[in-house]
């Protein structure tokens, strides 16, 4: 089942799509609050609504970010591109240092600046090395009985709801410049993430799995048109219930946060500027389109726009004796 958000005229709605048809529910209903039902609650209420027809065309509506998560957690679970990134960055490392294979790591990015497929994304003033990521991401769900605390890997597997397709948009110079602090990344990530263009329910997925539990589909990013990378799912380095029960760990997760996968090998230029030590390709640029193609799930595509003029930082006042 894919689970979607759109503007139906001046409406914005959430339903299921099928067969090139948008079929909404009722106005006051969110695809949260079927993530908060539960994928076999939402799998029934999907069903019902297309038995009852009435779908809109595909074309005739406006896909937005495929809901409003309460948390953003993106990973980075691929050895190749750590491989490759590490030596992107001034003074980086030249391999894989041996605390990233101990558990998967994740920051937080922000819920506020979710992009949609379809729409121009515009990168920070002044920056020069705008960069994409290619990801998938897991919606976690809820499952009856469970708060999503210190979850085990098998108990967390339960509490993915379903898939969709994450850009994790990235200012490389200034993601380096403020990662140079000991934190991060945090504005190099802040301006942008596309989600989309729907959520593809677990269950559709359920035969794709190998039998370490490693999702074993493919993703491709092209930009304008012309493919520059295609890797496996497969080749996470922790599956994604994995991934959920970490986040869980003497914490919680809760119906709606987003895990990102964290970008594939060969999934973003920076990887490859590390391998060969100049940026070519060359970074992004105003009317660049970026295309990523997920097995199973469909695909997202955006414009980069030109920046838009931002005041100045103040500079730190120096300690005082």
Known sequence: MKIATWMQGTDQRCGFVHEGEAFALDQDVTVLDLVRGGLEAALGLGQERLREGGGVPLRDVQLLPPLAPPSVRDFVTFEEHVEGIVKSAPGGDPGVVPQWYEAPTFYFTNPHTLRASGERVIPPWGEQALDFELEVAAIVGAVAGSDG?????????????????FNDWSARDLQFREMKVNLGPCKGKDFATTLGPWIVTADEFADRHDDDGFLTISASVSINGEVFGRDSLSHMGWSFADLVAYASRSSRVVPGDVLG????????????????GQRVPRPLQPGDVVRMDVEGIGYIENEIAEPVPTPPIREARPRRE
């Open 149 to 165: 605390r210190s979850l085990t890997a098998e108990a967390a597997s339960g509490h993915i709801f379903g898939y969709t397709i």
């Open 261 to 276: 996968s964290g970008t594939t090998g060969h999934g973003c230029l920076a990887e490859i500027w590390g391998r060969t």
